[in-house]
């Protein structure tokens, strides 16, 4: 990455569109710096405005600032003439020139898997996050899933891959190191602290009006080679990003859900319309992705996690029978521990990762 590549992306009417247009006439953003004017207008057959913008260098000053505001804050611009430029984000007719990276450039270099879905998230589609990250981390040792770090699946995706121990990256509709929305900070820095990385497209002096977060999508979409929708309403951004993976001939999955449900109509929608492949288990998405790996459970977390446990935790966890949250009063009932009893041991299983607790005074299993 160079000082020109930054200076391509802040010079006015460019845009991105027209940084590929150059970086494809020229090779580089140097060779578009370095070119003449007969070039310019002849090569890259490009208006007089525009000539004068990159003749007349605009575009350094607010490149050199963005700089400093990078070094300052420890991020990284990767240019997509960078080894480190991730290939597939790199194989989209609109990929952007540079990216900026929090973190761990090296996780957009695993194996990724974008999880994207609704923002009202329901415990079903919150478990089965869970689940199949648990048993892909099991089955692969090199896994990374990409999401968006919004509410509802976004964020239960990354939490998910935080608990298994996979690595995971969240990709930003805002500049670094600001983080959208600021309730998941805390997520963010256990994102980076665990080896991930965040991502964004925006330089720190972008105007934010409110577009960035469909472009933010298609990133989501082009950073791995399939996406997998947990659950959707009939309309949002996660349908936006599944759009933007079939565009890109990328492999599309969805978990089916119950026809009642709202939380699963653009779910449902996509498999029956075959936008999207049917799947409800680690190994079908690796057979639709076409990862081969050791069927042998590299990382058994659920063991190590039960031997922990007491006998009383663990009694008190047989109690989930199913992927269904219980109400403490359900569990109380049911075990015959007074209120104090069951608080303690709930404490115990959730620290421990068993299980999570969810608004209204429930539980649901985790493991």
């Keep these: ?18 940084a590929i247009h150059l970086l494809e006439t020229f090779g580089s953003a140097e060779a578009v710096f370095s070119a003449s004017e007969d070039d310019l207008r002849t090569q890259a057959e490009l208006r007089d405005d525009l000539i004068r913008q990159i003749l007349a260098r605009k575009g350094f000053p607010s490149a050199e600032k963005e700089l400093r505001h990078c070094r300052r804050h420890n991020i990284r611009p990767i240019a997509s003439t960078d080894e480190e430029y991730p290939p597939l984000l790199r194989e989209i007719p609109d990929y952007p020139h540079l990216i900026y990276v929090e973190g761990n450039v090296g996780a957009l270099a695993l194996r990724t898997l974008s999880v ?4 009202e998230a329901t415990p079903y589609g919150q478990t089965m996050c869970n689940r199949l990250t648990e048993q892909l981390s099991e089955r692969m040792s090199d896994l990374c899933i990409v999401s968006g770090l919004a509410f509802g699946i976004d964020i239960a995706a990354h939490r998910a891959a935080l608990a298994a121990g996979v690595t995971t990256v969240a990709v930003l509709p805002c500049p670094l190191p600001d983080i959208l929305p600021a309730q998941h900070t805390a997520v963010a820095r256990d994102i980076l602290d665990s080896g991930g990385a965040l991502v964004s497209e925006l330089h720190s002096q972008s105007r934010q009006n409110g577009t960035a977060y469909t472009a933010r999508n298609r990133i989501i979409a082009a950073l791995s080679g399939g996406t997998l929708v947990v659950e959707s ?39 029956r319309n075959q936008k999207a492949v049917l799947v409800t288990s680690a190994e079908e998405i690796m057979e639709e992705m076409n990862w081969y790996c050791n069927t042998e459970m590299s990382r058994p977390q659920r063991q190590k996690v039960e031997q922990t ?3 009383e935790e663990r009694k008190i966890l047989s109690l989930f029978r199913g992927s269904d949250p219980l109400s403490v009063e359900s569990l109380r009932m049911e075990s015959g ?17 068993a299980v999570r607790q969810l608004p209204g005074n429930r539980y649901i299993k985790t493991l």
């Design 1 to 18: 990455m160079t000082l020109e590549d930054i200076a391509l992306q802040m010079t006015p009417g460019i845009g991105i569109k027209g």
């Design 116 to 119: 994207v879905g609704t923002r």
């Design 233 to 271: 309403g009939a309309s949002g951004g996660s349908l936006i990003t599944a759009n933007f993976a079939n565009g890109y001939f990328r492999t599309v999955m969805a978990l089916p859900g119950r026809a009642t449900d709202k939380s699963s109509q653009g779910t449902n929608h996509l498999i």
């Design 309 to 311: 446990l007491t006998a």
């Design 337 to 353: 521990h007074d209120a104090g009893e069951l608080a303690a041991l709930l404490l115990g299983l959730e620290l421990s990762g």
